[in-house]
């Protein structure tokens, strides 16, 4: 059983895990290179230990130290309980979800061993909004897409918004990182893949038309939010897809476009 330990200092150093965490640049820094993230929340917390993450430690106020009593007798990492407002003082912000947790990050699977089984991938670049990510995880996960490739200049996606948007789906769909951008497409493409670029140009070919759906193995691109993919990206693509608008709107935010996107890609799925 973990151990529970009273801190009422906010500079005690067993906290640093916790320190700033609105800092997005110091903790971008900071989190990669010491090998942990942050969960935030009962349910994040959960779903990262069932998926195997190990807890470097937890904390929490004292209310919720009840409610976490099973994670706690489960796991030996120690358990700081400390006051909201010590909370606030070492994390930077009001952690109304009462409980957090450090989780030390695992290597990155490479890119090569997630296409050997996948159907159905997600390739984002400069995807770089924490929330985004976040979102497109979520989607990714419940629309049955097999694995997420990130350029090198997408956001982490353990970085605690975009595991707190996603509700911890980032635990539930791997990822990998293409270091050789836009290189790395042609290994995709390699993999058997047909890779698909989504854009709302008007040459591109109309999801229904292309019909994603019943190809065997599709890679489906998404770019950043504004800018969308890159010339690079766009011409490394076999096809160009867009989702057919209405009401004269010309795209969507990039996370409801990849939901709508990820039900194109999967549709029937289950029957092919």
């Not at 807890?55 to 909201?84: C, F, G, H, N």
């Not at 009462?98 to 984002?124: H, K, N």
Request: with cysteine; glycine share 6%; aromatic share 6%.
């Amino acid at each position: 059983m973990a151990e529970l330990i009273t801190i009422d200092d906010p500079d005690d150093p067993r906290l640093h895990d916790y320190t700033g965490l609105t800092d997005v640049e110091l903790r971008r820094r900071r989190e990669p290179a010491e090998g942990l993230f942050i969960a935030e929340g009962e349910k994040v917390v959960r779903r990262a230990l069932q998926a195997g993450y190990a807890m470097r430690s937890m904390l929490l106020s004292a209310k919720w130290v009840e409610v976490m009593q099973d994670v706690i007798e489960d796991s030996e990492a120690p358990v700081y309980v400390v006051t909201p407002r010590l909370a606030e003082q070492v994390t930077g912000y009001h952690v109304h979800r009462g409980a957090l947790a450090s989780m030390q990050r695992r290597p990155l699977p490479a890119a090569g061993d997630l296409l050997a089984t996948a159907r159905r991938v997600v390739v984002m670049e400069r995807v770089n909004d924490h929330t985004n990510i976040g979102a497109i995880f979520r989607s990714a996960a419940a629309l049955g897409m097999d694995a997420v490739l990130l350029s090198p200049d997408c956001a982490d996606p353990l970085y605690r918004r975009s595991v707190k948007v996603s509700m911890g789906a980032v635990f539930s769909v791997p990822y990998a990182r293409l270091e050789d951008w836009p290189r790395d497409l042609d290994a995709v493409r390699g993999a058997g893949f047909k890779v698909l670029a989504l854009t709302p140009d008007e040459r591109a070919t109309s999801m229904d038309d292309a019909a994603p759906h019943r190809l065997e193995r599709v890679a489906l691109m998404l770019g950043a939010e504004g800018d969308g993919l890159t010339p690079r990206a766009l011409r490394a693509a076999d096809e160009w897809v867009r989702i057919p608008m209405a009401h004269g709107v010309d795209s969507l935010n990039v996370g409801a476009a990849a939901a709508v996107a990820f039900y194109a890609v999967t549709a029937g799925r289950a029957a092919a």
